[in-house]
Structure formats: structure tokens, C-alpha cells
């Protein structure tokens, strides 16, 4: 197995707990710039995580 089939997968899973982080905070926060902050840092942690999902598809085969 190479690094990047080691590597991607735990940075996957890091990701997602920023996702689920992000969501906490977007129900909890009580300021809109904290809602707001939390909703980016979300979406570009599922971006990331989606490509590197990608690329480990792409190197499976």
C-alpha cells in the first residue's frame, strides 16, 4: 500500500470531523461572522475530502 492510500484516508477522516465541528458550531454560535466561518471552513472540508476520495479512486485502478 502505498503513502498516499495511508495517508488520504486519515486526512479524510480529519476533514470530517471539522465538518462535524463546523455543524456544532452553525447550531450553537450566536454570532452570524462565527456562522458564517463555520459554514465556509464546512464546505471547503467536503470539497477536500471529495477530491481526495477522487484520487484515491483514481489510483486504485
Request: net charge positive; aromatic share 2%.
Amino acid at each position: 500500500m502505498g503513502r498516499p492510500h495511508r495517508f488520504l484516508p486519515l486526512r479524510v477522516e480529519h476533514h470530517q470531523g471539522a465538518v462535524a465541528m463546523a455543524a456544532t458550531e452553525r447550531g450553537k454560535a450566536e454570532h452570524g461572522t462565527a456562522k458564517r466561518a463555520a459554514a465556509d471552513i464546512a464546505g471547503a472540508r467536503k470539497a477536500g475530502s471529495a477530491e481526495m476520495r477522487r484520487l484515491l479512486g483514481a489510483s486504485a485502478g
